[in-house]
């Protein structure tokens, strides 16, 4: 029997996390591997991961540069696939290997389902702030009530008086805001970050990742963080290492 988390209260859904085994995984890797060719050789640099991620964590991946964290990021939101293994997700009642979909059928997954936060912000410098949020609804074909949903969430990330502003005229802090409600607009099952606060100074930092944390808690969202940075495990529900291929839990 699964429970819908989809309303839950947060502390309901933190007492959940305490007890996982009241939720079906929300993510479930599978001897998930991958290798890279250098050199006429292959380096791998996951090696058989396999765990389960529930639905409203907040999982930290701590690893070094290098150490494959944007690569597990890619495999789970399937922009890259893996050499072995699969990674599921579940979108309802449904459990979706999302490697095994066709590239066409990934990318209306990954709209429909998650939404990526990048270290660089990635917004397109032609669109202003509020047409940068809502463009994953107009590719998901949403047509009526954009506008205002992309306001009342710019304006809880404190941008409600920038909507026209393009990104060029923002502070590094207030693109990845920008960032941030681009990746919640669609009510996605998971929010998926790769080291967001990585190109802030640490005050910058510290105020973009308080208000990351507010918004997917208050939504029970699933917050899957790849970071080099020690200090944010603290407020992660889980920690785990990525060392030389591995998956290691910090208990």
């Not at 389960?52 to 890619?74: A, H, Q, R, W």
Request: net charge neutral; charged share 25%; aromatic share 4%.
């Amino acid at each position: 029997m699964s429970v819908d988390v989809s309303n839950m209260d947060p502390a309901v859904a933190r007492a959940n996390r305490r007890n996982p085994r009241m939720l079906q995984p929300l993510i479930r890797l599978d001897k998930l591997s991958k290798s890279y060719a250098e050199a006429g050789q292959a380096r791998l640099v996951l090696d058989a991961l396999t765990s389960e991620f529930y639905p409203g964590e907040f999982v930290c991946l701590l690893g070094k540069s290098g150490s494959g964290k944007s690569t597990l990021l890619n495999l789970i939101s399937g922009i890259d696939a893996p050499t072995g293994g699969d990674v599921f997700i579940r979108a309802g009642e449904q459990e979706v290997a999302i490697a095994r979909l066709s590239e066409r059928d990934r990318t209306l997954f990954r709209r429909r389902n998650i939404g990526i936060i990048f270290q660089f912000f990635n917004l397109i410098p032609t669109l202003t702030v509020v047409e940068n949020v809502t463009l994953p609804l107009e590719l998901a074909g949403v047509r009526t009530g954009l506008k205002t949903r992309a306001g009342d969430l710019l304006t809880r990330v404190g941008l409600g008086d920038r909507l026209a502003t393009y990104p060029d005229k923002l502070s590094g802090g207030e693109q990845q805001r920008v960032a941030i409600a681009r990746a919640l607009i669609h009510d996605p099952l998971l929010i998926l970050a790769d080291e967001p606060t990585g190109n802030l100074d640490e005050e910058t930092g510290d105020t973009v990742l308080s208000l990351l944390l507010e918004l997917t808690r208050d939504a029970g969202k699933t917050l899957f963080m790849a970071t080099h940075a020690p200090d944010v495990a603290a407020l992660a529900d889980r920690v785990l290492h990525l060392e030389y291929g591995k998956l290691i839990s910090d208990r």
